[in-house]
């Protein structure tokens, strides 16, 4: 296929995709079938399309092979879904139907998981996870299939694995990022058990040891806030907050707020960049608290990053490349929850200095649960064998975040193509922007017009750059691990 009517399926597959995740999660259709989709472009997913361009971009330079690149890894992502989708959507219909009884109510898979994090008594908690864990368990046959299928796919395209496949198509090193995060997790171990320790007994009044799995996301949930963060001021407080700062929350029109109420609509605010720049949704049913608060401001970095980038650009820029970039910005804004000034000027919080300390400590706990995922991962798709890999993920994560693990999502807490590597790159990347920001626009950058004007720039350009890229463009010597310690543990000792 030549490479113009490469980009025109591509551009028009990611759209027609984007809509119906939109349309079935904003709770507008019924029904999602990805797998229809994928059907009418089965011309993109066919094995040696992915050969075809891999070999075509060895012999392109500079913009030409950007863009063959990105479209690679596309292209890989694609082949990869198109061999899994019909299994994963079978998954998905499973845990969508599956039948949860509760206080009297019956609650879907997914509402059940979204309850946890608010329910105060632990005894309820506990019923609830042990009733989502059987669902989960019973979905774990066909996760692992889908798994092999992926890892059968690596081999397929002459990789000894999965990890190899994805490294390559992607450009990064796992491995190196991993030790980074060894690092990381030895470095904040004292500091990070000290915090967690402190707020377990506070909030729980439990020593770590005994923090059990359906405790965790009740704990950061911080229930004592929760009235202090109401859902119905959320817009207001980041309106408030970019009219100060100099942007508009809409992007001149181009990002839609949907905060209607509908019955199958996600309890998770969501992103759809549907058309970039200028079809792009904002998802929300706000329902106040630290994670809706937070989860709302990473999803609006995502939807101003889509909303400002600039139309002049190839899609390859606008829709595809290094996806740490996006996650970069969008941590960006959720990062919010960790700055002092920021807490202080547009919360109306009884003590800030505490939901500071609690927030840094979350910021921590996931940064470590990343760390232990990373090498979990790189475990699982190299040389992972079944009967293990539920030991060994409760192993790595229990050491890295102190407390027990849920070990039924031993498979299902993995994200395809290596996305956790993403996420790592995008802190990484947060924390040094986090450091720029701040040296040449004050500590107060976030309502500093300059400082809007650069973040501006940067969102212009789409995905073009890759995060390494733009870390050096910062006068960074790349991705550096030590500025996310380092900014987290400044701003604790400064509290
Ligand atoms: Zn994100």
């Known amino acids: 296929m030549e490479l113009k009517r490469i980009r025109e399926r591509c551009l028009k597959f990611i759209q027609e995709i984007s809509k119906e995740h939109y349309l079935a999660y904003s709770g507008q259709s019924d029904t999602i079938n990805i797998e229809k989709v994928y059907d009418k472009y089965n011309d993109l997913s066919e094995p040696d399309l992915l050969k075809d361009l891999l070999k075509q971009k060895e012999r392109l330079r500079n913009e030409e092979e950007r863009k063959v690149r990105y479209l690679s890894m596309l292209i890989g992502e694609l082949t990869e879904s198109r061999k899994t989708v019909a299994l994963s959507d079978k998954i998905g219909e499973k845990k969508a139907s599956a039948k949860i009884f509760f206080n009297g109510e019956e609650v879907s898979y997914y509402q059940a998981s979204a309850m946890i994090e608010s329910i105060s008594e632990r005894e309820k908690r506990k019923e609830l996870l042990d009733k989502i864990n059987v669902i989960t368990d019973e979905t774990n046959d066909e996760v692992k299939n889908l798994w092999d299928i992926s890892h059968e796919l690596a081999r397929y395209f002459d990789y000894d694995n999965y990890v190899d496949f994805w490294s390559k198509l992607k450009g990064v ?5 991993a030790e980074g995060m060894d690092w990381f997790i ?49 817009i207001k407080v980041v309106e408030t907050w970019t009219n100060e700062w100099g942007i508009d929350p809409t992007a001149y029109g181009n990002v839609t707020f949907d905060t209607e109420t509908r019955k199958r609509k996600s309890p998770r605010a969501f992103c759809a960049p549907v058309r970039v720049p200028d079809e792009v949704y904002l998802v929300i049913m706000p329902r106040g608290g630290f994670s809706d608060y937070k989860s709302f401001l990473h999803e609006l970095g995502h939807a101003l990053h889509y909303g400002f980038a600039n139309s002049k650009y190839p899609m390859e820029y606008l829709y595809l490349g290094d996806n740490a970039v996006t996650e970069a910005y969008a941590f960006t804004f959720d990062h919010m929850m960790v700055n002092p000034l920021w807490v202080k000027r547009y919360l109306s919080l009884k003590d800030p200095q505490l939901f500071t300390r609690y927030s840094i400590t979350y910021s921590i706990f996931m940064l470590r649960r990343y760390g232990a995922k990373i090498r979990y991962e790189l475990i699982f798709h190299r040389d992972g064998k079944d009967s293990d890999m539920r030991m060994t993920y409760s192993d790595l994560l229990r050491k890295s975040t102190l407390m027990k693990q849920n070990d039924v999502n031993y498979l299902q807490d993995i994200d395809a193509n290596m996305y956790v590597a993403s996420y790592l790159r995008a802190w990484i990347l947060e924390a040094q922007l986090n450091m720029y920001l701040t040296e040449n626009y004050d500590e107060d950058w976030f309502r500093n017009p300059k400082a809007s004007n650069f973040m501006l720039d940067l969102f212009s350009m789409g995905q073009k750059y890759t995060a390494d890229e733009i870390a050096r463009q910062l006068g960074y010597k790349g991705l550096e691990v030590e500025y996310m310690w380092r900014r987290l543990i400044n701003t604790l000792n400064d509290l």
């Open 173 to 177: 090193d796992y491995e190196t990022l």
């Open 186 to 234: 030895s470095e904040s171990e004292s500091t990070y058990r000290e915090l967690l320790s402190e707020m377990a007994i506070v909030e729980l009044g439990l020593e770590i040891d005994k923090i059990e799995p359906y405790d965790t996301r009740y704990l950061f949930n911080m229930f004592r806030f929760r009235d202090q963060l109401p859902g119905d001021e959320l």
